[in-house]
């Protein structure tokens, strides 16, 4: 089965097994937007590490091109899986309202993502010393709070308004 198959039906059954109201009952006191949030931030990580290792070590690009692409990609694949499920209460059918909140999901995630993660992972790595992939984690580990705060207060409240 190819990677991008198995990553959709991985999904699939995510979505499948937690239902908002499996997720309300088994953590009651967790908001359920910020577990499916959380989940999709999960699968991002999954997608950004195998993208950078695949173009760092496959592909012979470099550490830091390859976080770029990375980043981009994961923000991509966590844009489309939050928008469909973690803010599908929020959504507007319309094209043009689809592609405002692309661009605002992806300038927050860029905001406290994207600088973050690519940031720390290069001060890590070449001042710290520590392996890129290592470095990497820990660098997407800095901007979660802010990008769900972010996303939740910006890229989906504002698309409820315009």
């Known amino acids: 089965m190819a990677l991008g198959a198995s990553y ?17 009952r088994v953590f009651a006191r967790v908001p359920a937007r910020f577990l499916k949030f959380s ?3 999960g699968s991002g990580v999954i997608v950004n590490m195998g993208m950078l290792y ?4 496959f592909a012979g690009f470099y550490y830091l091109a390859s976080s770029l692409i990375a980043i981009e990609v994961s ?14 209460d929020k959504k ?8 405002e909140r692309m661009a605002r999901y992806n300038l927050s995630a860029a905001a406290s993502g994207f600088l973050g993660n690519f940031v720390i992972m290069t001060v890590l790595t070449e001042a710290g010393g520590l392996q890129y992939l290592l470095s990497n ?26």
């Not at 979505?15 to 499996?22: E, G, H, L, N, W």
């Not at 695949?54 to 070590?57: N, Y």
């Not at 507007?92 to 592609?99: D, S």
């Not at 984690?137 to 409820?160: E, H, P, Q, S």
């Open 39 to 41: 989940i999709v931030g």
């Open 137 to 162: 984690f820990i660098g997407i580990g800095v901007g979660i709070l802010l990008n769900y705060f972010l996303n939740d207060r910006w890229t989906y409240k504002a698309a409820m308004k315009l």
């Open 75 to 88: 923000i991509l694949c966590n844009f489309v899986l939050n928008d469909l499920w973690t803010w599908g």
């Open 54 to 57: 695949f173009l760092t070590e």
């Open 92 to 99: 507007h059918q319309t094209k043009k309202r689809y592609l």
């Open 8 to 24: 959709l039906t991985f999904i699939s059954f995510v979505v499948m097994v937690t239902k908002a109201s499996v997720i309300d």
